[in-house]
């Protein structure tokens, strides 16, 4: 055999040796990457669980926050009510005192009905009123049509009950009845 056939059959104890050494090497890395990376894992999921208990926390915050402030708007409504309840007691005094007219308790009722309207108005809420305007489907709701020759067609005739909005935001949309325009004659048979 040649020898350089010799040499590449036969075993080299360095060459063997290296490997060996290397994975001596790396074996008491292993434990300490995976120490390392447990250590990690666990610093990582402390501060899941943190975030975790942060979140529900700011949630519960939140929540107990719009209570809070539905109950100072609330609040706030009432208050600018009261004074119109004690002018309605004061009315419903006064009506049944012996000898009270008609006239002064219907004025008594129109001022707590000015009041009242005052008061919500200081919140936002603003009336729907369309006598004479165009009918508008997004604001009224047409509870019949009648024949009108002083309005046009598809005009607002009477508000059979009035409609509210609060800040832009349409609660209740006016009940109308709405013009179909002139009475037509009905045709000789």
Do not use: C, W
Not at 74 to 102: K, N, S
């Amino acid at each position: 055999m040649p020898e350089t056939e010799k040499q590449e059959n036969s075993p080299n104890p360095a060459a063997e040796t290296k490997p060996a050494d290397g994975a001596a090497q790396a074996a008491p890395d292993l434990p300490t990457q995976l120490a390392a990376a447990k250590a990690e894992s666990a610093a990582h999921y402390d501060r899941f669980l943190r975030t975790a208990a942060d979140l529900e926390n700011f949630r519960r915050r939140a929540l107990r926050e719009k209570d809070e402030l539905r109950t100072a708007a609330t609040g706030r409504v009432l208050e600018d009510i009261f004074p119109v309840l004690d002018t309605l007691a004061m009315a419903a005094a006064a009506a049944r005192q012996p000898g009270a007219e008609l006239k002064g308790v219907a004025d008594g009722v129109e001022m707590v009905l000015t009041q009242m309207r005052t008061a919500l108005a200081g919140h936002g809420l603003k009336e729907v009123n369309p006598v004479g305007q165009a009918f508008d489907p997004h604001q009224h709701q047409a509870i019949s049509h009648q024949a009108s020759s002083e309005v046009k067609e598809e005009s607002v005739v009477q508000v059979v009950r009035v409609g509210y909005s609060l800040n832009g935001r349409l609660l209740r949309p006016a009940s109308v009845i709405v013009s179909s325009g002139p009475a037509k004659e009905a045709a000789a048979v």
